[in-house]
């Protein structure tokens, strides 16, 4: 049996030391006051962790409930993407996550890239991360703004129309301001280019 049905068959058990609260006929909710499980896949290696010090379980949803939930994007046994957020639902056998509330996704690279939204979703069944409302991403070189954007295993940020994006110069102050239809930013080469719907235009700027 792999690593991931292990982890899936003893967390009920850990969580039957914990005091229930019973909400309706067959309904329990398990209160947990310390959170930390890895996520594994079915070959056995890590997808990611999670971890809050305040937490509960749905029996009949099957989902569990985090506040102030701490998030560690794997590669292996390296750290990818650390996200946070006011709170977070896990569900789907595990497979889903969903957070909201000043969700904040950083990068581990010395400078640190940060991607902020209101809202977070990710089917770990997917290589695609979708951010939604009051899109910031942010480094020492630029900033972009939009509503919607999508983060690849090819660490491409896809921003959606419209886009709002500054320049800052050495100073690290807001040098120009342009708006724009979609743009994407590449996290490895540090660039970003912008594709009009007509494909005509196009543009990349390397930092």
Same mark, same amino acid.
Request: hydrophobic share 35%; glycine share 4%; charged share 25%.
């Given at each position: 049996?792999?690593?991931? &049905? ?9 969580? #039957?030391?914990? $005091?229930?609260?019973?909400v309706?006929?067959?309904?329990v909710?398990?209160k ?8 594994f896949? =079915? ?7 999670i971890?809050?010090p305040n937490?509960s379980?749905?029996? *009949?949803?099957?989902?569990f409930e985090?506040k ?12 990818? @993407?650390i996200?946070?957020?006011?709170e977070?639902?896990?569900?789907d056998?595990?497979?889903?996550l ?5 969700? =904040? /996704?950083?990068?581990l ?5 940060? /991607?902020?939204?209101? +809202?977070?979703f990710? +089917? *770990?069944?997917?290589t695609?991360?979708? #951010?939604?409302? +009051? ?5 020492q +070189? ?8 999508i983060?690849? $295993?090819d660490?491409? *940020? ?5 886009? =709002?994006y ?11 301001q342009?708006n724009s239809?979609? $743009? @994407?930013?590449? /996290? ?6 912008f594709? $009009? ?5 196009k543009?990349i700027? &390397?930092?």
């Amino acid at each position: 049996m792999s690593k991931i &049905y292990r982890l899936i068959i003893f967390l009920p058990l850990f969580m #039957l030391g914990c $005091a229930p609260n019973v909400v309706e006929e067959n309904k329990v909710i398990q209160k947990i006051e310390r959170f930390d499980m890895t996520i594994f896949s =079915k070959s056995g290696d890590k997808i990611y962790s999670i971890s809050g010090p305040n937490s509960s379980y749905d029996n *009949i949803e099957l989902k569990f409930e985090l506040k102030k939930p701490i998030i560690n994007i794997l590669n292996g046994e390296e750290t990818k @993407y650390i996200i946070s957020s006011q709170e977070s639902t896990l569900s789907d056998n595990n497979k889903l996550l969903k957070l909201k509330g000043n969700v =904040k /996704l950083k990068t581990l690279k010395e400078d640190g890239d940060f /991607l902020y939204a209101d +809202n977070f979703f990710w +089917n *770990i069944e997917n290589t695609n991360y979708l #951010l939604e409302g +009051n899109i910031r991403f942010e480094n020492q +070189n630029i900033i972009l703004n939009s509503g919607k954007a999508i983060l690849g $295993a090819d660490n491409i *940020i896809e921003f959606f129309n419209p886009v =709002k994006y500054i320049i800052k110069d050495e100073n690290n102050e807001n040098k120009y301001q342009i708006n724009s239809e979609n $743009a @994407y930013y590449n /996290l490895t080469t540090e660039s970003v280019s912008f594709k $009009a719907k007509d494909k005509r235009v196009k543009s990349i700027i &390397y930092f």
